[in-house]
């Protein structure tokens, strides 16, 4: 599967790229297996995603929880914790 993927704020400063189009093998189904795949293409990756857990996904522009399948997305934007106000 080809998945669209866009980067915000300190994830995209930190991997060094707004967005990119990557193949994903078959083993990626949800949005943690998408992060946990993404931390092992690098070192910019790792230090990006170094704690899975606060990161924040959108599929299709809509968030969602990291239990999410990823299948059908068009777009996969990946985000730090975010703060409102």
Same mark, same amino acid.
């Given at each position: 599967?080809?998945?669209?993927?866009?980067?915000?704020?300190?994830?995209?400063?930190?991997? *060094?790229?707004? +967005? &990119?189009?990557?193949?994903?093998? $078959?083993?990626?189904?949800?949005? @943690?297996?998408? !992060?946990?795949?993404?931390? *092992?293409?690098? +070192? &910019?990756?790792?230090?990006?995603? $170094?704690?899975?857990?606060?990161? @924040?996904?959108? !599929?299709?522009?809509?968030?969602?929880?990291?239990? &999410?399948?990823?299948?059908?997305?068009?777009?996969?934007?990946?985000?730090?914790?975010?703060?409102?106000?």
């Amino acid at each position: 599967m080809k998945a669209n993927l866009v980067y915000f704020a300190w994830v995209r400063e930190r991997i *060094g790229k707004t +967005e &990119e189009e990557i193949e994903l093998p $078959e083993t990626v189904v949800t949005v @943690r297996d998408l !992060l946990s795949h993404l931390k *092992g293409l690098g +070192e &910019e990756y790792e230090n990006a995603l $170094e704690y899975p857990d606060v990161i @924040r996904v959108a !599929l299709n522009q809509e968030h969602v929880e990291h239990d &999410e399948p990823i299948a059908g997305a068009r777009e996969i934007g990946i985000f730090p914790p975010m703060t409102g106000g």
